[in-house]
Every structure is written in structure tokens, then in C-alpha cells.
Nanobody
């Protein structure tokens, strides 16, 4: 059974930082396969569609949405089967539920809420 479990969300003031984690488990990640899987972070704000935030390939090539470039960093720890999203200089418009996903496969995590507010 494939599982993606996000954590690290919460309430933060504008200008603050959070680090999200996504722990991956299951057959498609076992025996070192995680290191070859491209992974992504998406987010969905209330009343809006779910949009890609960042992706990281098996070779650690990264890609970011224009709205987060220079503020967010995606990274992976293949030894822990975990992908991270470091979010700095957070803005109220970053408020959303953040989801982890396997690129090219329809496996999603349950999401973690990020709220940026005073």
C-alpha cells in the first residue's frame, strides 16, 4: 500500500518560515526506488484549484511555480524516503492545504494546512 504522509504545517506570521515533510512508503518506493521517483508539492487554497508548487526529479533537478521562486526550496532525503519543502518569507497568499504527490502517478498525501496570518 502506497502512503504519503505530510507534516509540518501550522500557523505562522507573515515573513515567517515553515518546513513541510512528506514521508513515502509502499512498494513503489521500496528497495531504493524512492531515489528514482520524481516528487512534487501542490497546494490548494479555499475556492481555488490545486496548483503545483515545486517538483524534484530523481536526479535532484528542481522546478518551482513563479509565485514561490526564491522563497521555497524542495529537497529530498533518499535514505529516509522523505521529501521536504522549506518555505521562507511566507505571505498570506501562501495559505493553503499543501499536498505531496508522486510525479506521473496518482498518489497523494492527505495534506497539511499552512496558514499565514497575523
Amino acid at each position: 500500500q502506497v502512503q504519503l504522509v505530510e507534516s509540518g504545517g501550522g500557523l505562522v506570521q507573515p515573513g515567517g518560515s515553515l518546513r513541510l515533510s512528506c514521508a513515502a512508503s509502499g512498494s513503489i518506493f521500496s528497495h531504493g526506488l524512492f531515489s528514482s521517483r520524481a516528487m512534487a508539492w501542490y497546494r490548494q487554497a479555499p475556492g481555488k484549484q490545486r496548483d503545483m508548487v515545486a517538483t524534484i526529479s530523481g536526479g535532484d533537478t528542481t522546478n518551482y511555480a513563479d509565485s514561490v521562486k526564491g522563497r521555497f526550496t524542495i529537497a529530498r532525503d533518499n535514505a529516509k524516503n522523505t521529501v521536504y519543502l522549506q518555505m521562507n518569507s511566507l505571505k498570506p497568499e501562501d495559505t493553503a492545504i499543501y499536498y505531496c504527490k508522486t510525479v506521473g502517478l496518482s498518489y497523494w498525501g492527505q495534506g497539511t494546512q499552512v496558514t499565514v496570518s497575523t
